[in-house]
């Protein structure tokens, strides 16, 4: 069976329909959200097992934790630390603003080195700043060499989770893709079978193309070391194979330790994919003569990120060791999957990320996305409170709201505002409850429920009833009781 | 011992028969209970659809209705996690100094139905008698901020003739989130509608909770879809008597 692969996505903050509209799309995609659900529930099984079995689990979440806390409170230090120390080994460090000009420093390696063709590992923040489209434009052709990265790129797919980007394409789809853009006609939806068909599409490119482009897990303040986990190895050939390696790293993701390591890896391979360790651990410092790349570039880039460390409650969020563990446990994702965030950084972490990033001048939604349940921060291993994060975030698009001429004609506006009127006074509560009452009597059937509300109320009975207002009220039962007990 | 009861807007308005459940329930283990008569909001609502600054209001009037009390009784879990978590960054950020100490004071005297009989009055067996097969929806709040644990189950498992039955996936969200039942309907009725088939999956005849915040949700669902299933908080549960069932509710 063969199911047609849903028209792009596009994944830019600036442009993307408000969450509620394009989770409606989602929503009505049933083969979306069934290859969401059942993706999610193996990863959720599997971290459920082995983080159980770790007795010491809250121990290593404590000091996850403490070790990211740290670094953002000295993040200059080290980073100028990992700057003198790569740069001492062989590398050379760059540092990105925005993502125009990591994208700029990028293009210019590559011009440096006439390269015309790029071998990729997996990164969202390549994603984040758009790298790909910009480098297809100025003439180079980009290889995706990760898997789940690669079905997306020849998809034509944008990604929808964090670490595994294609979770929302089963295998019948991706064999579909394989078959069209690798012309394998014969091909079986038979997971050896693909990941052969991968295999032999990919090992041509790492062994012929002398560029790569990577992310980073991990920089090594200490030692000036990068980090890079994964679980089949493809990035190991990026990584090892080319004569350039030009490395794309967020400024947060600096440790100050090579021991930090033995934490970070710990939690972080259990709550990403459900493993003890990921298979594929990559660590290289600078550059050695006669192995692996003899050309090394460290982009580090800002991108917003230095604004979002100002400020002291939202800090927290760049703790985010990019696990996706608080997406996997998000009932909201869960119905919706990542395109619905409009950004490559999808789930609960998303919601307080992007808008972040956009410096609060798009994807206001976002913080919204969110019945505040709490399951993104009890699964989170560096503890981020992500609804304390979204509460922030919300006060501030409430208070771009306040100076909006048009607040007044939102009903949600206008009515939280009266509401805290009538709050402010207990004769104001019950006067209004008494009309209230009135007021809802006209919607209210025989049986005692309101099945359709006019206006905003209408979001409320589309999908449930709504018990009538009970004739007499708890304080106005109150009032009789102290009189009858005269 | 004595009690003062913030019974919540929405309890106080929409659910009043968990109000009386409450007092009848606290009355017969001895409890005498005041009522504030001045009483309104937690500020809920408004803190978290980032109304801060009219939050900030009413957790100032929570403080000040409550200062003298000697305990506080709230049969809301998501109120008493609004009070419990967001009060104290509001006082911090309004930098109300005064008013951050007074509240101080009186956190350790605001508790949850639940926490209440069990860690305050150190009853589990409160004399009921609720001869069906209940479902207990383990709300957000409830696990995740108030980390309420196994005091609910104690409570229900001394309830004569109780059967309690399990909700698979139980601590996943109902996707009610107050204003995010309506910002976001259509994912809160998807939310909505998996927890539904979860909670009607235990054939049990009533779902309880200790907000009826969620069971509005819940209990509008399965009005709507004429589900062989009613809410009922757990106060009316706890409540019950032989002599005297919980009363009848459309």
Known sequence: MSHAVPSRVVLDPRS?????????????NPQLRKNVAHAIDVIQAKRAKVVGEKTDWQALRAAASAIRTNVLENLGAYLEEFEA?????GGTVHWAADAAEARRIILDLLCQEKASEVVKIKTMTSAEIQLNPALEAAGVSVFETDLAELILQLGEEEPSHIVVPALHVNRSQVREIFARRMGLKNLSDDPKELTNAARTYLRGKFLSIPTAISGSNFLIAETGSVAVVESEGNGRMCLTLPRTLI???????VLPRFQDLEVMLQVLARSATGERMNPYTSLWTGVTPGDGPQRFHVVLLDNGRSSILSRPKQRQTLKCIRCAACLNACPVYRQTGGHAYGSVYPGPIGAILTPQLMHMEHAQSLPYASSLCGACYEVCPVKINIPEVLLELRAQVVNQERQQAGRFFDPMY???????????????????????????????????????????????????????????????????????AK | MRASLFITCYNDTLFPETGRAVVRLLERLGVELEFQPRQTCCGQMHANTGFRGEAFAQAKRFVRLYREAETVVIPSSSCVAMIRDQYPGLFEELGNEALRREFAALLPRVYELSEFLIDRLGVEDVGATFPHRVAYHASCHGVRALCLGDRPYRLLAKVRGLEL????????????????????????????AVKLQDIVSTRAEYCTALDNSCLMHLGGAMHRQYAAMR?????????????????ATP
């Open chain 2, 231 to 247: 809410t009922i908080h757990m106060a009316q549960i706890l409540a019950s008597t032989e002599d005297c069932p919980p009363e």
């Open chain 2, 165 to 192: 039955a399990e909700i698979p996936n139980a601590e996943r969200c109902c996707g009610f989130g107050g204003t995010f039942s309506v910002k976001n309907a259509e994912v809160s009725s998807a939310m909505l």
């Open chain 1, 16 to 28: 993307a329909p408000p969450f509620p509209q394009a989770a409606l799309s989602a929503l009505r």
């Open chain 1, 414 to 484: 206008l009515g939280l505002r009266i509401a805290s009127l009538l709050f402010a006074r207990a004769w104001r509560f019950h006067a209004a409850h008494r009309l209230g009452r009135i007021g809802l009597r006209l919607f209210t059937r025989k049986d005692g429920w309101i099945h359709s509300l006019p206006g905003i109320g209408a979001k409320w009975t589309q999908t449930r009833d709504l018990r009538g207002l009970p004739g007499q009220s708890f304080h106005e039962w109150w009032a009789t009781r102290g009189k009858e």
């Open chain 1, 85 to 89: 120390r790569c740069t001492a080994a």
């Open chain 1, 247 to 253: 490395t794309l790293a967020g400024i947060e993701k």
